[in-house]
């Protein structure tokens, strides 16, 4: 299989879905003294219309100024949304010494049983990072389980910092996710976690990053249908002076597949930096053809966001005898530094958000970009700023998704954008 990136600049009609679009704040985070502080991560929704995600701070127990974090779910009732804090990391109550984790960054995995696991980026052993699995109550009113299933940071061969990107399982229960830190050259690692019996996992280190094959995955991974994982690292591939930070390179996209037992990487694709894009910070997602989409945080076509910090939407199609791909680039006033993917409708239909200048929610549609919403467009920012590090949700004719700031508490929302 051989991929192939091409560039294709967007023309972009900002406000011409305003009109068909409406904004609404679900919920203000930061509601009372126990509520979780900065959403991230994106969102789960259950059949009845939950919503479940992390907050980076806030919860009941953590010591700190800002909290140590939560797990959440959101429920309606006649109109009005509440908040239900399932889980307040860091039960010691000192944020130095949290064995349960602190800090959740990532969205929220669900089993089909009900559990919820995800990272923390700070406690454990070490104070880098946990894997957690956060379990239903037995009887209806009871307290939510967590298990520390991995602690990061006992040396090379394990990984340091979980990234931002949530997990993902396969078919057998075997969860995958990337440490942006460590392995044989300190530049992250791919791992596997296979259930052992009795809640135990065992803990495989299934690619150790050196820089040429990359550096610095900061999303997870994909899992296509035949077990094949796919992700971008933010550094990494040939030395590039047009890249300013780290390994030497500017990002690339991989693939790993099993063979015999043994996982191999394949580079798929190396970003060349400047109006070609580079820092590839993001999750990769498939359409239904199979094609792969993501976002470079740096560079691009446009380039005039001081500095250069531009970004954009890149996708890459598999080839079979011919095929093209295209890359869109943000210049500062239709958005920028894209942080959390782009959500593929379709092969032409896409939806994602960028951070730039308080952060949008864009819509993609063939060649065309739209800005649905432009966030702090209300005083004070009553209506959210910062989407962060989760890209949006669709369900039914609408968008839903958080940002960590902004908000009647300045503590962050949930949102709506029904089109």
């Known amino acids: 299989m051989r991929l192939q990136l091409a560039s294709l600049v967007l023309a972009c009609l900002c406000g011409a879905a305003f009109a068909q679009s409406t904004y609404t704040v679900l919920y203000n985070f930061g509601a009372y003294s126990s509520d979780g502080l900065s959403p991230s991560g994106g969102l789960l929704t259950d059949a009845a219309g939950n919503f479940y995600g992390i907050t980076i701070g806030g919860g009941a127990f953590c010591q700190s100024i800002y909290g140590c974090g939560t797990v959440y779910e959101l429920s309606s009732s006649g109109g009005a949304w509440t908040d239900t804090v399932l889980y307040s990391f860091c039960s010691t109550g000192n944020p130095d010494t949290c064995p349960d984790g602190s800090y959740p960054i990532a969205g929220l995995l669900a089993d089909k049983a009900g559990n919820f696991y995800g990272t923390t980026t700070g406690g454990g052993s070490s104070n880098q990072g946990v894997v957690f699995r956060l379990s239903p109550p037995q009887q209806s009113g009871g307290a939510w389980t967590q298990t520390v299933l991995w602690t990061f940071g006992s040396g090379k061969n394990n990984g340091t910092f979980p990234s931002y990107g949530k997990l993902n399982m ?58 094949n994982l796919y ?18 390179g500017c990002g690339v996209v991989y693939e790993l597949s099993q063979t015999g037992g043994k996982w191999k990487e394949t580079v798929l694709y190396r970003f060349k930096g400047g109006s070609s894009g580079w820092a590839p910070v993001s999750p990769i997602y498939f359409d239904q053809a199979g094609n792969l989409y993501g976002t470079f945080s740096n560079g691009g076509q446009l380039g005039n966001c001081p500095p250069a910090y531009c970004g954009g939407v890149f996708k890459l199609v598999r080839e079979a005898g011919g095929g093209k791909a295209y890359t869109f680039s943000f210049d500062g006033q239709n958005g920028g530094t894209p942080l959390g993917g ?78």
């Open 231 to 248: 992700g971008t690292t933010e550094v990494g591939g040939p030395s590039n002076p047009a890249c300013t930070f780290g390994a030497g």
């Open 170 to 227: 396969d078919n057998a229960g075997n969860i995958y996710g990337t440490t942006s830190g460590g392995g044989n050259k300190n530049l992250g690692i791919v791992y596997e976690l296979s259930p052992a019996g009795n809640s135990t996992y065992t803990f495989s280190v299934l690619h150790s990053f050196s820089g040429p094959d990359g550096g610095g995955p900061e999303y997870g991974v994909a899992i296509d249908g035949s077990g």
């Open 342 to 419: 782009v959500l593929p409708v379709s092969d032409s239909l896409s939806f994602g958000t960028s951070t730039a200048q308080r952060g949008n929610i864009f819509q993609i549609l063939g060649k065309t970009e739209t800005v649905l919403y432009t966030f702090c467009s209300q005083p004070g920012c009553t209506d959210g700023w910062s989407p962060g590090y989760g890209t949006v949700m669709r369900r039914g004719n609408a968008l839903y998704g958080v940002a960590m700031k902004g908000g009647v508490n300045n503590d962050g929302v949930l949102y709506s954008l029904t089109q």
